[in-house]
């Protein structure tokens, strides 16, 4: 049977949908292979900034340099750019004989095993001639339900219950790739979190394009926190401890809801990543963000006095059109001073297609690259402090692999740092411990993440 590779560019629901089309090829008796033995290499793309668009091509014109036999692109690019595919890579087609090159959009990378044997079936053509399977996500109303029995090549496992955006904010392309929100039903998520936890997982990550929208699309509508409470319910029944953790959510949907559930909660990690891409006003409204500083503020107190423990993030973008010397300044003072201990920051891309195309305001290269640095430089101070006051602390946490280099087990624990635990409380050749929550308690800080000593299993 013929081997193929699946390389994965983005998002966690990128991810997810990854390790779907994985499975359901292996079901269908594909081997994964290395990218160097795969006769069939696919890319599960993305374009949410300049840099993974151009990685994209980058990637595409490498294999297509390669002696494959079929090249699978998909996700985010292929969306986009479906009608664009052949003028980007023309030269590329010349040149590759007797290689099939496929284009599939969103919808259709889930008929992935349907339409590889349809073209395996064919008689081989010149790459000159791509197929293009790529329809119109806009007007899509439902949200595949995927379901997997296992998370390839992770020990926490991801479900993604939601998929589309409707917050059409200034710089994003999102909304034009993934479409309208979309929700999985209950039903479903409950079914794919009992498999996986009677496959041994103990973290559940939920994951989707615009979290905060899901049950938004349904009739009546629901809340995220009607499937929190759901999922906290169907946990309990298991009468096992586990870590139910959230993905990105957007600040101005929570609510006083949102702030009962977590506070009674036995499984929710003290993790949260909230969005922020500005701290000044006049920006957030130019991008078309739905809050103010002062409401995401006061999302952040409320959640830090209830877990001071906890890792706070947040996306930053720097150098979007009109961010003066002050605007900066109110990014930094925010995230100074507020609970913010970990970043995610982004030099300002323009997406093709946004409204932001409009804005004639630039900021040079060398100031954006300035700023960010600054941010880098104070983030990572506030994180040092934030590792440095959690020594000593008793934590849960997921056993992810053993780290030959380090000699010891590398876990995650429930509030979000990186961890190592010391060999002499767990015996490396007992390959059940991967996945597996621990009780640790942190003793050592060395550079980014912290070394602990096994308590007990849980």
């Known amino acids: 049977m013929m081997k193929f590779h699946l390389k994965t560019l983005g998002c966690k629901v990128n991810q997810v949908e990854s390790a779907y089309i994985i499975e359901k090829l292996t079901e269908e008796g594909f081997i994964f292979s290395s990218e160097e033995e795969a006769e069939i290499l696919i890319l599960n793309s993305c374009i949410v900034t300049s840099k993974s668009e151009a990685e994209t091509r980058k990637i595409i014109k490498r294999w297509l340099k390669l002696n494959p036999q079929i090249i699978v692109l998909t996700g985010c690019y292929a969306q986009k750019f479906s009608d664009k595919i052949f003028n980007f890579f023309n030269d590329f087609f010349k040149n590759s004989i007797n290689k099939k090159f496929l284009t599939l959009g969103q919808k259709e990378k889930f008929r992935i095993v349907e339409i590889l044997r349809d073209s395996l079936n064919k008689e081989s053509k010149e790459i000159?001639?791509?197929?293009?399977?790529?329809?119109?996500?806009?007007?899509?109303?439902?949200?595949?339900?995927?379901?997997?029995?296992?998370?390839?090549?992770?020990?926490r496992a991801f479900i993604k219950v939601q998929d589309g955006c409707d917050n059409f904010c200034s710089y994003c392309i999102v909304p034009y790739v993934r479409g309208q929100p979309r929700s999985v039903p209950l039903e479903y998520i409950l079914k794919q979190i009992e498999i996986f936890v009677k496959n041994g997982y103990r973290e559940i990550v939920l994951t989707g394009i615009n979290l905060s929208k899901w049950g938004k699309d349904f009739n009546p509508p629901k809340k995220l926190t009607h499937l929190l409470t759901k999922i906290e319910e169907f946990l309990s029944s298991f009468n096992k401890e586990f870590i139910l953790r959230l993905s990105s959510?957007?600040?101005?949907?929570?609510?006083?809801?949102?702030?009962?559930?977590?506070?009674?909660?036995?499984?929710?990690?003290?993790?949260?990543?909230?969005?922020?891409?500005?701290?000044?006003?006049?920006?957030?409204?130019?991008m078309n963000r739905k809050y103010l500083r002062e409401e995401y503020l006061e999302v952040l107190?409320?959640?830090?006095?209830?877990?001071?423990?906890?890792?706070?993030?947040?996306?930053?973008?720097?150098?979007?059109?009109?961010?003066?010397?002050?605007?900066?300044?109110?990014?930094?003072e925010l995230i100074e001073k507020s609970s913010l201990n970990r970043l995610h920051i982004f030099p300002f891309s323009l997406r093709p297609g946004t409204f932001v195309e409009k804005l004639n305001y630039k900021i040079s290269k060398q100031e954006i690259e300035n700023r960010k640095k600054m941010l880098k430089r104070l983030i990572e101070k506030k994180r040092e402090k934030f590792l440095e006051k959690e020594l000593g602390e008793e934590r849960r946490a997921v056993i992810e692999y053993f780290d030959k280099n380090k000699n010891m087990w590398k876990a995650l624990s429930e509030n979000y740092i990186t961890t190592y635990i010391d060999l002499n409380k767990i015996n490396k050749e007992n390959g059940n411990w991967q996945g597996k929550i621990i009780k640790i308690r942190?003793?050592?800080?060395?550079?980014?993440?912290?070394?602990?000593?096994?308590?007990?299993?849980?």
Do not use: M, W
């Open 301 to 332: 107190e409320r959640l830090y006095k209830l877990f001071p423990h906890a890792t706070f993030g947040a996306d930053v973008i720097v150098g979007f059109p009109g961010e003066d010397e002050k605007d900066f300044r109110d990014t930094y």
């Open 128 to 155: 000159s001639s791509p197929l293009i399977l790529v329809e119109d996500i806009s007007q899509e109303k439902t949200c595949y339900p995927i379901i997997i029995n296992k998370f390839f090549a992770h020990s």
């Open 442 to 458: 942190f003793f050592k800080k060395e550079k980014n993440y912290l070394i602990g000593d096994f308590l007990k299993l849980l």
């Open 249 to 286: 959510i957007e600040v101005n949907e929570i609510d006083e809801d949102f702030f009962d559930y977590v506070k009674n909660s036995k499984f929710i990690a003290p993790h949260f990543h909230f969005p922020l891409q500005s701290g000044s006003n006049k920006i957030l409204k130019l």
